[in-house]
């Protein structure tokens, strides 16, 4: 047995240091959701649903998002019509928690682990943020295909950047690099 744990000693390391930053990260998350009532919206959807107006006044959409009165959502408006809400699920926490805890679990050195993680973060945040104001623009003209769009492609397009920057962190900065 002990010739087994030194033989998986590094995946064992991984999936220990991996888990135990994700339950942390999630618990933190939950504390922070606890503080809000069930009728609210917490405050980072609430950043991301004026930071997704922000970017389509820039690009001089007619947009107007306002939370509901009886729900936790935001209620997006595009060209006068009611076409997707804003949830807490939408302000992608949940993919940067997942993001951040692999990167602690092949990390490197401090400097570099804690740049990567703010980056990245921040990478993820404006793709999604991107995400929902492209989403919100093809499911007013092609509303039919809501879950090709929200459920197929878009989910793909943010996992597949996280899985890129992963992959480009450990090839280039993980203690596992070369």
């Not at 060209?79 to 926490?93: D, F, L, P, Q, S």
């Amino acid at each position: 047995m002990k010739k087994y744990l030194i033989q998986f000693k590094p995946f064992l390391v991984f999936i220990g240091t991996f888990f135990s930053a994700y339950i942390v990260l999630t618990l933190l998350y939950k504390f922070y959701l606890n503080n809000f009532a069930a009728n609210d919206v917490d405050g980072l959807t609430a950043i991301v649903s004026h930071n997704v107006e922000q970017l389509m006044r820039f690009l001089n959409c007619d947009i107007s998002i306002q939370k509901n009165l009886f729900h936790p959502y935001f209620e997006v408006w595009y060209n006068k019509k009611y076409t997707i809400r804003i949830v807490e699920g939408c302000n992608a926490i949940s993919v940067i928690i997942l993001f951040v805890s692999f990167i602690i679990a092949f990390s490197g050195k401090l400097k570099t682990t804690v740049l990567f993680i703010i980056t990245g973060s921040v990478l993820i945040y404006l793709l999604n943020v991107i995400r929902i104001a492209v989403l919100t623009v093809l499911l007013f003209y092609f509303p039919e295909n809501v879950h090709i769009l929200h459920g197929v492609l878009f989910p793909l397009i943010i996992y597949g950047l996280v899985f890129t920057l992963w992959v480009f962190w450990v090839n280039k900065f993980s203690k596992y690099a070369k």
